[in-house]
């Protein structure tokens, strides 16, 4: 029997900061610059390289400081902290695809909004928030992913926790259900067969569901035991729906299919640290009696999240613009 594993690089946690100073040379970060514009065909490649290479190295030690700081801070800045990290982080992604960003000032604004009141018996998990055609969101959700048309999307905050595969305890505790752990080694996985009944599909329909969202080139499927086997024609790292879990170090798929299974993992992340950071703000008697009494399962919840958040987005940032390279 083969011994499956994830295949990608393991990443120690505490040195994801450390691979992120080789970009805190102005040097570096202008070649690296270069590079993204060049493999663009962006015509002032040169130029913009050296213009944007400062602010590069800016947005990454800015978000670096929020980061530090949300860990020694109490938890009721953290989401403020955390999310304005994130923001410079991703403003530093952007630069490697957008040269001319902010070339308006309408992309610096969030582009969400929440809900402005919490009503009785409010719950977090089925909070609502609204993506603006406006703003960041969109703009490096389309830069950076490629993904378009989320304007006017109205989310419950459920759907974007389920795309946490780090959050597997939390919802087999709670709701018992529990992500698929997908095994990979070299150009095979193996992933559970209960995830048919799970989707709804067919071997054949689950096939083409696979290949037709992560691009993946299948060679051939089939069931060996309780599991599917796929073959593919290549050994690069899987795109969405597949999730990497941090903690477990493999691959994962949701355990359920929605619309947002394609939702990139740092839009999912912004989302919820956005409706967070505005809770923090805003709504200080509910924020503050969850902190002090914990009386619904939202504080576990959104806990868990924090410390999730805080290791897995400099990561996401990390791959991201290793990729690039």
């Not at 938890?75 to 957008?98: E, N, Q, R, S």
């Not at 959700?141 to 993904?147: D, L």
């Not at 795309?163 to 070299?186: A, G, M, R, S, T």
């Not at 987005?313 to 613009?321: A, H, I, K, M």
């Amino acid at each position: 029997m083969s011994n499956f594993s994830n295949n990608s690089e393991v990443i120690i946690l505490q040195d994801i900061w450390q691979k992120l100073t080789y970009f805190h040379s102005a040097e570096n970060a202008q070649k690296f610059l270069h590079h993204c514009y060049k493999d663009s065909l962006y015509e002032k490649a040169e130029i913009k390289s050296y213009e944007n290479c400062y602010p590069f190295i800016y947005y990454l030690q800015h978000g670096e400081i929020y980061y530090n700081q949300s860990s020694i801070a109490p938890m009721a800045i953290k989401p403020v902290l955390l999310f304005y990290g994130l923001i410079h982080l991703i403003k530093a992604c952007l630069l490697t695809v957008d040269p001319n960003y902010p070339a308006t000032t309408s992309v610096l604004a969030h582009g969400v909004s929440s809900r402005k009141r919490k009503k009785q018996q409010y719950q977090f998990i089925n909070d609502e928030i609204k993506i603006q055609k406006l703003g960041l969101c969109t703009h490096f959700a389309k830069q950076m992913f490629h993904v378009e048309r989320l304007d006017g999307e109205k989310i419950i905050m459920k759907n974007l926790l389920e795309q946490i595969p780090e959050l597997d305890d939390y919802f087999l505790f709670n709701q018992h259900q529990n992500i698929f752990v997908v095994h990979k080694l070299d150009q095979t996985y193996k992933i559970p067969i209960s995830i048919l009944d799970k989707y709804h599909f067919t071997l054949d329909s689950f096939a083409r569901f696979i290949e037709q969202k992560s691009c993946i080139e299948i060679q051939t499927v089939y069931t060996e035991g309780e599991n599917i086997m796929i073959q593919t024609n290549n050994n690069s790292r899987p795109l969405l729906p597949f999730r990497f879990h941090l903690f477990k170090q493999e691959y994962c798929l949701p355990f359920k299919q929605s619309k947002y299974i394609n939702y990139p993992d740092l839009l999912v992340h912004y989302l919820l640290l956005y409706n967070l950071s505005m809770i923090a703000r805003y709504e200080t008697e509910w924020w503050c009696e969850l902190l002090k009494t914990t009386p619904t399962n939202d504080y576990s919840l959104i806990k868990s999240f924090l410390s999730i958040t805080a290791q897995k987005t400099p990561y996401l940032v990390y791959q991201y613009l290793r990729e690039q390279r």
